[in-house]
Nanobody, 123 residues
Framework: QVQLVESGGGLVQAGASLRLSCAAS????????LGWFRQAPGKEREFAATISGSGRTTYYADSVKGRFTISRDNAKNTVYLQMNSLKPEDTAVYYC????????????????WGQGTQVTVSS
């Protein structure tokens, strides 16, 4: 069992930066991949970024590539999403998710989810 708790969301202006954190507890942190997904009102949940258990492999959605960076600190059982050059279209609830397998961009392949943190970007 894995418990995930996100933090770091907020209201910012376009062009600003935010760093989201997701603290994990439960089974061995380094043994699972983590992903960040987001869901805007009226839209389906979409993939943003994922990172392998070791942290050596990362993948990003085209919409965030070059602006967002996913990282993890296995000593602190925490995964981060550094978001730079935020745009109004980045407004969404951001979710952290875990799976005991390799990285994946599909939400249905993740087994554990946090409660989400709201990110709002004003124009």
């Amino acid at each position: 069992q894995v418990q995930l708790v996100e933090s770091g969301g907020g209201l910012v202006q376009a062009g600003a930066s935010l760093r989201l954190s997701c603290a994990a507890s439960g089974r061995s942190f380094g043994s699972y991949s983590l992903g960040w997904f987001r869901q805007a009102p009226g839209k389906e949940r979409e993939f943003a970024a994922t990172i392998s258990g070791s942290g050596r492999t990362t993948y990003y959605a085209d919409s965030v590539k070059g602006r967002f960076t996913i990282s993890r600190d296995n000593a602190k059982n925490t995964v981060y999403l550094q978001m730079n050059s935020l745009k109004p279209e980045d407004t969404a609830v951001y979710y952290c998710a875990a799976r005991f397998a390799g990285t994946d961009h599909s939400a249905r392949n993740y087994d554990y989810w946090g409660q989400g943190t709201q990110v709002t970007v004003s124009s």
